[in-house]
């Protein structure tokens, strides 16, 4: 059977003379939202800005995460701040942005594998668990589960950001779509990717840093790398790539990304790694 090689791959951003336009124009995405995202979190504590978590480069992400985490401590913090970052109420209009700027970013192929061509959009989810998915997907995608409406999505993402549910019993909505929601649970769990209306014909975009642990970077561009729904959903799934601040070169997102030079992904010839 032949065997091929692939190397990850480093995302090329704009140079010196494009890049500051080029990440204005993605902080605009959100400050002429008006979204208060600075409601959520004291920036000042934690060094940074609002500005610099948006459109900072990777190690300096990786460089607030000590602080972050003593607020982390404070449950109704890191759920205010999952409220206020919240990517799928985002994830349209950051998979324009990346589409837009495809050929000054060189899109091509899953910068994690370099196999997949992703200069089409992919339909997979991005969802950490079930509750992730219930409680931040937006209409469109728990309308995807059977008996489900678009009263009944509002219903049953209120009762999971409100509530602390410990089990999907404790939602204590009609049954058939408790039935659908534990089918979905356990596709999740053998991970399966989850396949959702509002997904379709967007980047499929990884977060190096997870979002479910670190919420606030859920939006952050340097933390997200466009990849194929093998990767995202089956290879990599929800493990975190990163351990720190020395593990930065695995990124394809760093300025000090060197895992190309020292690692080869072997394909088989068929769609296994």
């Known amino acids: 059977m032949n065997w091929k090689s692939y190397k990850m791959q480093r995302i090329q951003y704009p140079d010196a003379k494009v890049i500051a336009k080029f990440r204005a124009e993605y902080r605009n995405i959100f400050l002429r939202a008006n ?4 409601g959520s979190v004291n920036f000042e ?6 500005g610099r978590v948006l459109t900072g480069n990777l190690e300096q992400l990786l460089g607030i995460i000590p602080a972050l985490d003593g607020l982390h401590a404070n ?3 890191k759920r205010q701040i999952e409220l206020n970052f919240n ?3 985002w994830a349209e209009r950051i998979a324009d942005f990346f589409m837009k700027h495809s050929e000054l970013l060189a899109l091509a192929s899953c910068y994690y594998c370099n196999i997949d061509y992703i200069n089409t959009f992919q339909n997979v989810s991005d969802y950490a ?16 589960i059977k008996w489900v409406g678009e ?3 509002q219903k049953i993402r209120g009762i999971c950001r409100t509530n602390n549910i410990a089990s999907i019993d404790d939602l204590k909505i ?4 408790v039935d659908e929601i534990r089918n979905r649970q356990a596709l999740m769990a053998k991970g399966k990717p989850v396949e959702v209306s509002s997904m379709r014909n967007h980047f499929t975009l990884d977060h190096v840093i997870p979002k479910a ?3 606030l970077f859920s939006l952050s561009l340097y933390n997200l790398v466009p990849c194929c729904s093998s990767c995202n959903s089956k290879f990599k799934s929800v493990t975190p790539l990163l351990n720190g601040n020395t593990d930065a070169f695995l990124s394809p997102s760093s300025v000090a990304f060197s895992f190309d030079a020292s690692v080869e992904i072997m394909h088989k010839g068929s769609s296994q790694l």
């Not at 504590?45 to 609002?50: A, D, E, K, N, R």
């Not at 009609?174 to 779509?177: A, L, N, Q």
């Open 45 to 50: 504590q934690l060094g940074t800005s609002l």
């Open 87 to 89: 990517y799928e109420d």
């Open 174 to 177: 009609d049954k058939r779509v």
């Open 151 to 153: 009263s009944m999505a």
């Open 35 to 38: 979204r208060q995202f600075a």
């Open 75 to 77: 449950a109704r913090i």
């Open 213 to 215: 642990d670190y919420p």
């Open 129 to 144: 668990d079930i509750w992730d998915f219930l409680k931040n997907g937006p209409d469109e995608d728990l309308m995807t």
